[in-house]
């Protein structure tokens, strides 16, 4: 079994198991486009399973056998409260924290599914799918301009702003509750901007989230 636990950025542990990872698809206008995919009329939401965190400092151990496996950086935010049909201010008490994440995708397997009108789960739950970063506390950062990028080998692949997304963090985490519950613990991606990219192994990913996490990892 993945030996995943939250951390903090002093490396101590959050006291929260990991529960579901909520996923949402087409969040920046932009990365719609760059896929040639509509932008949804509403959340596009998927969940990976918790079998699908590791941690992010660790080398990326991706499959060899499925096509090409790209990465989508987001900005994760941790729950730490339970939320069901939550009102906005419910929800934003709720953000324990935040923190980085790659959304690995078989893009090969997903544009099959696609295709064929099929969930995407296959493309996007396979273990270790999901690395995920130290967490940084929610009074840290200012909700509404939270900036992240991610490097690749040195050369800037994406940058993400909060001001950028099409659902707003708070207004998305009530309407994920109103779907079906948050638990503390989970975790919430909140999309990806453009640039994605395929990944091979030996390469270098460098991930900044504003001035307060600095992040390295590999590709085996």
Request: glycine share 8%; with cysteine.
């Amino acid at each position: 079994m993945p030996d995943y636990q939250h951390h903090w950025k002093d490396g101590t542990p959050v006291h929260l198991p990991l529960g579901k990872i909520v996923c949402i698809g087409r969040n920046y206008a932009e990365h719609a486009k760059e896929l040639n995919n509509p932008v949804p009329d509403e959340p596009l939401l998927f969940i990976k399973p918790s079998t699908a965190a590791v941690h992010i400092t660790r080398p990326l151990e991706i499959p060899k056998d499925r096509g090409e496996v790209h990465f989508e950086t987001e900005l994760a935010v941790l729950i730490g409260r339970p939320l069901t049909n939550a009102s906005a201010s419910e929800a934003e008490s709720a953000i324990l924290g935040y923190g980085l994440a790659l959304d690995l995708t078989l893009r090969d397997v997903q544009s099959k599914l696609k295709e064929k009108g099929q969930p995407w789960e296959r493309a996007k739950a396979f273990d270790g799918a999901c690395p995920l970063s130290p967490f940084v506390a929610a009074d840290k950062l200012p909700r509404d301009n939270i900036h992240f990028t991610m490097d690749l080998d040195g050369e800037r692949r994406q940058t993400g702003d909060t001001r950028d997304m099409l659902n707003p963090i708070v207004p998305l985490i009530a309407h994920i509750s109103s779907q079906f519950s948050l638990m503390p613990g989970d975790v919430v991606l909140t999309g990806t901007p453009k640039g994605v990219g395929p990944l091979q192994s030996g390469q270098t990913l460098t991930l900044e989230l504003d001035d307060l996490l600095f992040l390295q990892t590999s590709v085996t």
